[in-house]
């Protein structure tokens, strides 16, 4: 990372008051820690203005590169579609000459993508209306151990990975299971047994928490974010990181991107562990190089419902995004027509 950051100490000077780009992500909070963690420092470092712009996902960026008319330098996208953005040659190679990924696992970035946060699906309760405390799931499958009323996604990529672990295949070997056809096969008779006690498949996280915050379902897979804000709303709801999802959000260059070479830079900066450790203190999805920890400015208390801290990432399967990329629409005609069953 030091030749990184000396090859910016030279760009800073040039860059003063000329150059902008456009970093484009998801808007509402999220947008809002990013700006104030990443961009609002990356700006005055390098002396530049970064504007920015929203998005809903991949669709817009193909639209972009399939036409010729790119106007976002930056963009961020949830992990699946930044792997099939990437099968699709809609991004421009990153330059890891300066970009650093000390810290990082290897399923945390690709050629044309890194990530920069973690999230992390989670088996979520509410202690009140149970008796006994799930830690797995299994336990979710156990509906007479655990009985109670029940919700999960209704998206085929996370719930194949929950199907074959509650069917006892360890977390580590889930997709070399799930690379045969036998074991999709698996997973989907795993998910008949548990969808007659499913009672809500949400299709949004603020649904998720709603569920949960107002006593209509018992347990479910929900995203740890959405959790805390249930919990910081009093409901005395709990989650485990064991056998949770974990995932990333990913940042990108469009191919071509109006300011290709300045966006490499700003990447650079801000997928560095002393910007990455501002992130927790905003939003609670966790920094995606483990150094962050090492800056001293994530708390203890932030530490212990981050995601990515390393007593939680531990217990968790990260995402196959390559995968994902490969087998996504074959496997969702299967889950709609199960869903429709």
Not at 32 to 49: F, M, S, Y
Not at 93 to 115: C, H, M, N, R, V
Not at 303 to 318: D, K, R, W
Not at 328 to 341: K, L, N, V
């Amino acid at each position: 990372m030091a030749g990184g950051l000396t090859a910016l100490g030279g760009f800073a000077t040039a860059a003063v008051a000329q150059d902008s780009l456009t970093f484009t992500s998801y808007g509402g909070t999220y947008q809002e820690a990013q700006r104030k963690a990443l961009l609002d420092p990356v700006e005055k470092e390098l002396g530049i203005t970064i504007r920015e712009d929203t998005l809903t996902g991949i669709a817009q960026v193909r639209a972009q590169v399939l036409t010729g008319a790119v106007t976002w330098d930056i963009v961020d996208l949830g992990l699946n579609d930044c792997a099939l953005a990437e099968k699709e040659g809609l991004f421009e190679p990153l330059d890891y000459s300066i970009i650093s990924t000390e810290g990082f696992k290897d399923t945390a970035y690709s050629k044309t993508w890194a990530g920069t946060i973690y999230y992390s699906t989670t088996l979520a309760y509410n202690p009140e209306f149970l008796e006994a405390k799930p830690t797995s799931w299994a336990d979710f499958w156990d509906v007479e151990g655990f009985p109670g009323a029940r919700a999960l996604q209704n998206t085929p990529g996370g719930n194949l990975e929950i199907a074959l672990m509650a069917d006892g295949v360890a977390p580590e070997e889930v997709y070399a299971v799930l690379k045969t056809p036998e074991g999709v096969d698996r997973a989907f008779a795993k998910l008949e047994e548990i969808k007659p006690h499913i009672d809500v498949w949400w299709t949004s996280g603020a649904q998720s928490a709603q569920l949960i915050a107002d006593g209509e379902v018992d347990m479910e897979a929900i995203w740890n974010g959405r959790l805390d804000a249930v919990k910081a709303s009093g409901v005395p709801a709990e989650q485990t990181f064991n056998q949770a999802i974990l995932s990333l959000d990913c940042l990108a260059i469009p191919k071509g991107a109006p300011n290709k070479d300045l966006a490499m830079k700003v990447l650079a900066r801000i997928l560095a562990p002393d910007l990455q450790a501002n992130i927790p203190g905003l939003i609670n999805y966790g920094p995606t190089t483990s150094l962050a920890f090492d800056q001293g400015k994530i708390t203890e208390e932030q530490a212990a419902i981050s995601p990515s801290a390393p007593e939680n990432i531990a217990s968790q399967l990260p995402t196959d995004a390559a995968y994902w990329a490969e087998h996504r629409p074959a496997i969702q005609e299967r889950w709609d027509a199960f869903m429709t069953r």
